[in-house]
Structures are given as structure tokens and as C-alpha cells.
């Protein structure tokens, strides 16, 4: 068995919200499997060193707070629940971004170089807007992407369906479910 580090970040992205926003109640429905998948997935990479970095939208206001837009989700009907699975512990990251991609005008090129990072697991909301076009990017910087098909959300299945679909084929990215991202899988990407 290799001890070798794996050199992978998990991005959780967009997840912690309050959903208020058009359809946002539904996409909180449907970002519920996602965030208990993302949390089994979370403890189970913590526990083999892997660092989870929260990417996460500053909604336009440019002296907003992470520790401000978790405790507005939690107070929400919608973001509670999910707070609830993904409440971030000290150990680990958070990144505000101001637009669709986490790569876009936020330090998280600088913290996964910190980091060492050459694989990232990418998981979140809107699977079809922000994890992907976070996707595109990260491919673009030539890392390994990993995007769990059970880790994802999208406001409709036919947009998750296109999501995936587009992730796979254009992003190669490999979309197979968290389950399957062992420590073995991880080294041999």
C-alpha cells in the first residue's frame, strides 16, 4: 500500500446558501442527496489527509464573510439542513468568488499550489453552472478532475443529465460516484 500523499483537494462549492433565489428551494431539494453523499465523502478523505476547500459565492457583496454566509444558510428553511451535514471545521478552507467558476478572481489557484494539490474532486451546486464551468477551468490548468456524479446538484435532472454528459465527454472529468474515489483510484489518476 502507498503512503505517497495523494495530492488531492476536495472543493465543495456553493453549498453552503440559503437558497433564496429563483428555484432555489427546489435546487435545495435536490442538493440534499448531494450534500449527505459530499459529507460521507469529506470525513472519509479527511481521514487520509485530503484538505476540503468551500468555494463559495460572495453574492456581489464584496465585504461579505464566510462566517456571515454560513450563519445566514443555517438560518434559512432551505440552507439549514444542509449547513447541518457541511458545516465547515476549522481545518478547513474557504474561498469567496464572485462569479461562476471558484478559480475566477478568488485565491484559489494560489491555495491549492500552497496546498500541493494536482487532483480535484469537485462537488456542489449548480452542477450545471458553477461546478462546471469550475470544471473547465481546473481542466484548463491541466489537473485531474474528479466530479462525483452523487456529489452534484442540478435545479432539473435534464440538466444534470447535460451537466454530466458535457463534464465527461468535454472536461474529461471522471464522474463516477464517490464511493469509487478510493486512495488506490486517487494515485492512479
Not at 469529506?42 to 454560513?70: C, E, H, M
Not at 454528459?165 to 468535454?170: K, Y
Amino acid at each position: 500500500m502507498s503512503t505517497a500523499p495523494l495530492r488531492t483537494a476536495l472543493v465543495v462549492i456553493d453549498m453552503i446558501s440559503d437558497y433564496d433565489f429563483p428555484r432555489g428551494e427546489a435546487l435545495a431539494r435536490r442538493a440534499l442527496p448531494a450534500a449527505r453523499a459530499i459529507a460521507r465523502l469529506k470525513a472519509r478523505l479527511g481521514r487520509q489527509g485530503v484538505p476540503t476547500i468551500y468555494a463559495n459565492d460572495n453574492y456581489g457583496r464584496w465585504r461579505s464573510d464566510f462566517r456571515q454566509t454560513i450563519e445566514a444558510a443555517a438560518a434559512s428553511p432551505h440552507g439549514a439542513p444542509i449547513v447541518e451535514m457541511l458545516r465547515p471545521g476549522p481545518e478547513d478552507y474557504f474561498v469567496l468568488k464572485p462569479r461562476h467558476s471558484a478559480f475566477f478572481g478568488s485565491p484559489l489557484d494560489m491555495l491549492l499550489e500552497d496546498l500541493d494539490a494536482k487532483r480535484l474532486i469537485l462537488t456542489g451546486v449548480a452542477g450545471d453552472r458553477c461546478v462546471m464551468a469550475t470544471a473547465a477551468d481546473a481542466h484548463m490548468r491541466r489537473y485531474t478532475v474528479f466530479v462525483p456524479r452523487d456529489c452534484m446538484a442540478s435545479e432539473t435532472a435534464a440538466r444534470q443529465t447535460r451537466a454530466l454528459q458535457h463534464l465527461e465527454g468535454a472536461l474529461q472529468a471522471d464522474i463516477r460516484p464517490s464511493t469509487a474515489l478510493t486512495p488506490r483510484r486517487l494515485r492512479a489518476a
